[in-house]
């Protein structure tokens, strides 16, 4: 089946800084990517959609200018979170699809910001 | 507004025993549903999906589901339940917003498994 990957999988950063996310389908090219954040025993929570080339789609209430998203190409998109704080601190999820099929989820990514 | 529904925060079940976990979803249109398993700290692994055609669904794991649109329904159940089968269990509706084909998802089952 289609494999996403995520890296790193765990990341703790000191409050202020920036945190690069990859998310990479490694045996499909993948035309829509989400990213979704999930808090302690909660539900996945779509934060963005993004096609290749194109700027971001963010759901209401997702601050674009913090969580920057760039998908570069049909492999990698990245989710940037900036001058993160320690209520960014959480589970972020990356999917990625091909029209026609269902999305395939990556491993995850914990984000600790002290 | 689409939404998904999963009433039952909490379930444990003995080993061996039946299981049926429940969802219903509110969208206008043909839904396309999901069951996602997700193991502590790991990302979310498909269990089944239905798109059309019988309403009744196969997945993995020995799970499968049914659709019901009159009761706006898509269980899921597995005859009997594994210890290794414990984990957070998500239903999802897939629908078409902003252009896009997106999940939705409930608040998730977390279902415990006694020996």
């Known amino acids: 089946g289609a494999v996403v990957s995520q890296h790193p999988s765990r990341v703790i950063c000191k409050s202020g800084t920036s945190v690069k996310i990859e998310c990479r389908s490694l045996?499909?090219?993948?035309?829509?990517m989400f990213w979704y954040r999930q808090f302690p025993k909660k539900s996945l929570m779509l934060m963005a959609t993004?096609?290749?080339?194109?700027?971001?789609?963010?759901e209401q209430g997702v601050e674009k200018d913090k969580f920057l998203i760039n998908h570069a190409s049909l492999t990698l998109s990245t989710l940037t979170v900036t001058s993160a704080h320690p209520e960014d601190s959480s589970f972020y999820i990356c999917?990625?699809?091909?029209?026609?099929?269902?999305?395939?989820f990556g491993p995850g990514t914990r984000l600790t910001v002290l | 507004a689409q939404s998904v529904t999963q009433p039952d925060i909490h379930i444990t079940v003995s080993e061996g025993a039946s299981l049926e976990l429940r969802c219903n979803y509110s969208?206008?249109?043909?839904?396309?549903l999901f069951w996602y398993v997700q193991s502590p700290g790991q990302g979310l692994q498909l269990l089944l999906k239905?798109?059309?055609?019988?309403?009744l669904v196969q997945g993995i794991k020995g799970f499968e589901a049914e659709f019901k649109r009159s009761q706006s329904s898509f269980n899921l159940r597995k005859p009997s339940v594994h210890w290794s089968d414990a984990a957070e269990y998500f239903c999802?509706?897939?629908?078409?917003?902003?252009?896009?084909?997106?999940?939705?998802f409930g608040a998730g089952t977390r279902l415990a498994v006694h020996p």
């Open positions: 239905y798109f059309s055609g019988d309403t």
């Open positions: 999917s990625a699809r091909v029209p026609g099929l269902e999305p395939f």
């Open positions: 969208y206008g249109a043909t839904p396309y």
């Open positions: 045996d499909f090219q993948a035309t829509t």
């Open positions: 993004s096609n290749e080339g194109s700027k971001a789609t963010y």
């Open positions: 999802a509706v897939g629908i078409f917003s902003g252009g896009y084909n997106k999940l939705i």
